[in-house]
């Protein structure tokens, strides 16, 4: 059965800092795999998507992802945070298998930004 | 974004009764999907839809049924609430199966 392991429950990053959030997938083959973001008391928005081809996607909100098939990760990345990426992250795997419609979610990663 | 409402939006109710929510989509988007959210276990599949009339269960189905009559319409019932069911419920839609789901506003749902 497929997984997803987020491994930092809560990070805290100054203003302008870089910024890094893991996320590790279990899946036998090739996996899709997204990144969701939760504003508090909001509901979840698609920051980005993987599904084959280049291992660097791009996101929206300055937001990328990269796809290392070796580490089974898709590790979020920001060059340099703004007090308004305070949220919760979460990472999805969907497989990529025609018939199976479910995607699996991590529990979250809570961001905090310091001035 | 995409047309994802739910209702209500926040109800708190007793122990024993119950409890009906819908999610509404304007996108006629052929999946959709009933997840709550726990601190500590990020979403969890309660059911899904895969079109009219076809349902299937998710991890944590007990104690919850659901109802698409309609392609917009998507129906998660609590038919004797408990209050291990407070939380925050989400629905979701998908236009192709295995892709990216698009989510509503979310119903907090408080149960005493």
């Known amino acids: 059965a497929q997984s997803v392991t987020q491994p930092d429950i809560h990070i805290t990053v100054s203003e302008g800092a870089s910024l890094e959030l893991r996320c590790n997938y279990s899946?036998?083959?090739?996996?899709?795999l997204f990144w969701y973001v939760q504003s508090p008391g909001q509901g979840l928005q698609l920051l980005l998507k993987?599904?084959?081809?280049?291992?660097l996607v791009q996101g929206i909100k300055g937001f990328e992802a990269e796809f290392k098939r070796s580490q089974s990760s898709f590790n979020l990345r920001k060059p340099s945070v703004h007090w308004s990426d305070a949220a919760e992250y979460f990472c999805?795997?969907?497989?990529?298998?025609?018939?199976?419609?479910?995607?699996?979610f991590g529990t979250g990663t809570r961001l905090t930004i310091i001035p | 974004d995409a047309g994802i409402t739910q209702s209500p939006r926040h109800k708190v109710t007793e122990t024993g009764t119950p409890v009906t929510l819908r999610c509404h989509q304007t996108e006629n988007h052929r999946y959709m999907y009933w997840y709550r959210q726990d601190p500590g276990h990020g979403l969890r599949l309660i059911h899904y839809?895969?079109?009219?009339?076809?349902?299937d269960k998710g991890e944590v189905s007990d104690g919850y049924s659901v109802s698409r009559s309609k392609t917009e319409d998507f129906l998660l019932t609590l038919e004797s609430a408990t209050s291990s069911q407070t939380s925050v419920y989400f629905c979701?839609?998908?236009?192709?199966?295995?892709?990216?789901?698009?989510f509503g506003p979310g119903t907090r749902l408080t149960v005493l």
């Open positions: 979701a839609i998908s236009e192709v199966r295995g892709n990216e789901q698009f």
């Open positions: 999805a795997v969907g497989p990529s298998n025609f018939g199976n419609e479910k995607l699996t």
């Open positions: 993987y599904f084959s081809g280049d291992t």
């Open positions: 839809s895969y079109g009219v009339k076809d349902t």
């Open positions: 899946y036998g083959a090739t996996p899709y």
